[in-house]
């Protein structure tokens, strides 16, 4: 089992369209059935993967969906859910959840973050209509707030799959509060070819306030902004390289009958006959 051998699994892991891994997966399998082991070898890469995507994941015996992510990490393989009040224990290859116990915040920023999961919460069902969000104190420093949000649309039936992901990190202690943030769009359309766009957007707010009310307003308009920016994009790309890939008509604006195309000036002389 080489090192590159890992890496390009590794690789392919951390590359893998939303709602694909286990696709991924499964081709993974068939490519290395003469090194099985590959695959443990790149639970690095797993974890990677899913912190960073924000995969969600349903407690046994809960209804809503959860966050696996940096943020709320709590080392061992286990993560904790702020509104749930729990921590669990996540697979990261089979991104299944497990162990589920109490677990309670101590943060000075408690009642913040309560504030700012319900502005939140309100938000994503306003303008997501699937989604799953959290806010968490960062490891780095106690007087950070991460605000997380993922909205995920699979379609696989009519081959393409999609994900939006919002990391905010907010200092509310600042002066003036500070709010900087990425914007992430991923889709993958795969029907009878294989594209996929990929779009990151970086953002530093001007906060009036700390409050949650602001916070999340604010949020909001730099969304609206960037999905603006993303359908303008759209609509100049369709116009423009788009149109210029298609083969054009010719000047009569007419089909070419390709069954009679002897019969054309052209057709004769690339058939050695003689001009009309």
Known sequence: MSSANIAAVSAFVEGAPPGELADVIADIKALTVDEPQLLQSASAAFQKYNEAQLTTVKLPGGSQNVLVTPYNSL??????????????????????????QSHTLESPHTDLINSLLKAVGTHAAEHYTSSTYGVFPTASSDRTLAILLVANKYSPSNFWNGRWRTTYLLTPSASPPSLTGTLHVDVHYYEDGNVRLTSTKPLTLALASASATEVVRQMALAERRYQEELNRGFAALSEGAFKALRRQLPVTRQKVEWEKVGGYRLGQEIGGGRAR
């Open 75 to 100: 080392g061992g393989g286990r993560y904790y859910d702020v509104a749930s009040h729990s921590s669990f224990a996540f697979d990261h290859t089979t991104q299944k959840a497990s162990a589920v």
